[in-house]
């Protein structure tokens, strides 16, 4: 089996890629080659026989991606993206990294013939937004209120119509707000909801630019790659017609997680939460839904977390 990522150099990327050289098979077949694509060269994995090739690359340049689909990859993994801050603030960048490669993607597979290659897309609950219902189910209309919603939106419905005319088989995995990112935080609007407990809990400040009263829907970078591998493995004929849903995921107020702070890290983390309003980030993050059925999900086999502690616990034990 051939697979092939973009984004790979993103740490959800990076996850993905131990995780499949790990298990060394996705879909009952045994994993052959990688290819590891982003803007900087991604690590090369320690991959045993996995043959992996590692490059730096622009995709968003005409044909970048035709070499790559020319060798008829068995799965795609499209990961690279702008994130949300950085796509409201460039509206032209976002543009041509978040929709034009997906559609340059779905065209360079209609070119190639690759009906059978299994496309997953993450994309975002970003997409949502507007007037919604107080509880969302997979059928709610998208209504996204930033342009890193919209062109995720944009994508999935292009990713669904190809699928629908046979031309790819997609599917479009919406990602919850992923906590505890590691590393530094990064543009994306989101990103305090990561800073204010991995900052304190390794003894440094962090700013949170949110009413504490906001609630998001969050999943663990752990079960978001448990996501992607199972995405890989559900059939085309149980996905049915519409090829775009939200990964289940845990309902939880600001304030909840800066009391697990406080449970987990004692005062003198907490002591390193300072609070700062920033409208421009309260606005993107308070747009997006934080409650959903996640009934489709959940009958595919999808899992969540049972508790926002669990996702603390699996930051810490990985830190450890």
């Given at each position: 089996m051939?697979?092939?990522?973009?984004?790979?150099?993103?740490?959800?990327?990076?996850?993905?890629?131990?995780?499949?050289?790990?298990?060394?098979?996705?879909?009952?077949?045994?994993?052959?080659?990688?290819?590891?694509?982003?803007?900087?060269?991604?690590?090369?994995?320690?991959?045993?026989?996995?043959?992996?090739?590692?490059?730096?690359?622009?995709?968003?340049?005409?044909?970048?991606?035709?070499?790559?689909?020319?060798?008829?990859?068995?799965?795609?993994?499209h990961?690279?993206?702008?994130?949300?801050?950085?796509?409201?603030?460039?509206?032209?960048?976002?543009?041509?990294?978040?929709?034009?490669?997906?559609r340059?993607?779905?065209?360079?597979?209609?070119?190639?013939g690759?009906?059978?290659?299994?496309?997953?897309?993450?994309?975002?609950?970003?997409?949502?937004?507007?007037?919604?219902?107080?509880?969302?189910?997979?059928?709610?209309?998208?209504?996204?209120q930033n342009?890193?919603?919209?062109?995720?939106?944009?994508?999935?419905?292009?990713?669904?119509?190809?699928s629908?005319?046979g031309?790819?088989?997609?599917?479009?995995?919406?990602?919850?707000?992923?906590?505890?990112?590691?590393?530094?935080?990064?543009?994306?609007?989101?990103s305090?909801?990561?800073?204010?407990l991995?900052?304190?809990?390794?003894?440094?400040?962090?700013?949170?630019?949110?009413?504490?009263?906001?609630?998001?829907?969050?999943?663990s970078?752990?079960?978001?790659?448990?996501a992607?591998?199972?995405?890989?493995?559900?059939?085309?004929?149980?996905l049915?017609?519409?090829?775009?849903?939200?990964?289940?995921?845990?309902?939880?107020s600001?304030?909840?997680?800066?009391?697990?702070?406080?449970?987990?890290g004692g005062e003198?983390?907490?002591?390193?939460?300072?609070?700062?309003?920033?409208?421009?980030?309260?606005?993107?993050?308070?747009?997006?839904?934080?409650?959903?059925?996640?009934?489709?999900?959940?009958?595919?086999?999808?899992?969540?977390?049972?508790?926002?502690?669990?996702?603390?616990?699996?930051?810490?034990?990985?830190?450890?």
């Open positions: 051939h697979i092939v990522i973009t984004g790979a150099a993103g740490f959800l990327g990076q996850r993905l890629v131990d995780r499949l050289v790990s298990a060394r098979e996705l879909a009952g077949q045994t994993l052959s080659r990688l290819t590891l694509i982003d803007q900087v060269e991604p690590n090369r994995p320690v991959s045993g026989g996995i043959t992996v090739h590692s490059q730096a690359l622009d995709i968003s340049q005409p044909g970048a991606l035709d070499e790559v689909l020319a060798e008829r990859p068995d799965v795609i993994y990961l690279a993206a702008i994130v949300s801050s950085a796509a409201e603030e460039d509206l032209d960048l976002g543009m041509r990294v978040n929709f034009d490669v997906t340059a993607l779905v065209e360079g597979c209609r070119r190639h690759l009906s059978g290659t299994r496309l997953v897309m993450a994309s975002s609950v970003a997409a949502y937004g507007g007037n919604l219902p107080e509880i969302l189910d997979d059928m709610t209309a998208l209504h996204p342009s890193y919603g919209a062109q995720k939106a944009m994508s999935e419905l292009l990713i669904n119509d190809y629908r005319r031309l790819v088989d997609g599917l479009v995995l919406r990602l919850p707000t992923i906590v505890i990112r590691p590393g530094r935080p990064n543009a994306a609007a989101s305090f909801a990561s800073s204010i991995r900052e304190p809990l390794n003894g440094e400040d962090a700013v949170c630019p949110v009413d504490t009263s906001l609630n998001l829907f969050v999943m970078p752990a079960t978001v790659v448990d992607l591998v199972h995405g890989a493995n559900v059939s085309g004929d149980v049915g017609p519409f090829r775009a849903f939200m990964l289940p995921g845990i309902t939880v600001v304030a909840e997680m800066i009391e697990t702070l406080r449970e987990v003198s983390a907490l002591a390193h939460v300072r609070y700062e309003p920033d409208g421009k980030i309260e606005a993107i993050v308070g747009s997006w839904p934080s409650s959903f059925t996640n009934l489709r999900a959940n009958k595919l086999g999808f899992r969540s977390e049972r508790d926002f502690r669990d996702i603390v616990k699996a930051f810490l034990d990985e830190r450890a």
